[in-house]
């Protein structure tokens, strides 16, 4: 039995190959199911101003600042800190251990973000933790922040801190 190749028309080959080159530059996949950068971009500046919030707490507004970015309901694990279950008990935890004590900072390179389709996205990567009388960063730990969009606002609903380790340990 001979089987035959049928060809396709060179138009209708130019035609698809263009197509999918279209395609793949109008909307690139993501790498691991991460967002897109446009989302990436959005996330990362919310990161940068919710930390700058609590790294400037100390601040004449700067901790309600921070508060806003929070869900009422907020749900944050803390791995050797518990769990804390409203904005209001984590507010003022922040006060009581943070304000004036130490800072936060994103480790660059770290951060990933994921969306979630119809809610938001979450954010994940690792921080590290300076004191601020010395100055010295001894902390880090991973986290993972979920955030919630609704008309148009972001809003942290739930929050992962874990793996604190001395900055000495990280690999």
Known sequence: MVIQARLFPLPFLLLGALQSTAALAADPAPVDGQA????????????????????HCGKPGRLDEH???FS????????????????????????KHVCGNFTRELV????????VKD????????????????GQCEGLADFV????QQAGQWQ???????????????P
């Open 67 to 69: 508060a806003r970015y």
């Open 119 to 134: 809610f938001g996205a979450i954010s994940q990567g690792v921080h590290r933790f300076c004191q601020v009388a010395s």
């Open 108 to 115: 660059p390179g770290t951060l990933k973000v994921y969306p």
């Open 72 to 95: 009422p309901d907020i749900e944050f694990y803390h791995d050797t800190g518990g769990v804390t279950w409203t904005r209001e008990q984590m507010i003022a935890g922040t006060k």
């Open 156 to 170: 942290i609903t739930r929050v992962l801190s874990y793996g604190h380790r001395a900055a000495a340990d990280a």
């Open 36 to 55: 897109q950068p446009a989302l990436f971009e959005e996330i990362a500046a919310l990161d940068t101003r919710v930390f700058d919030a609590f790294n």
């Open 145 to 148: 922040i979920v955030w919630r």
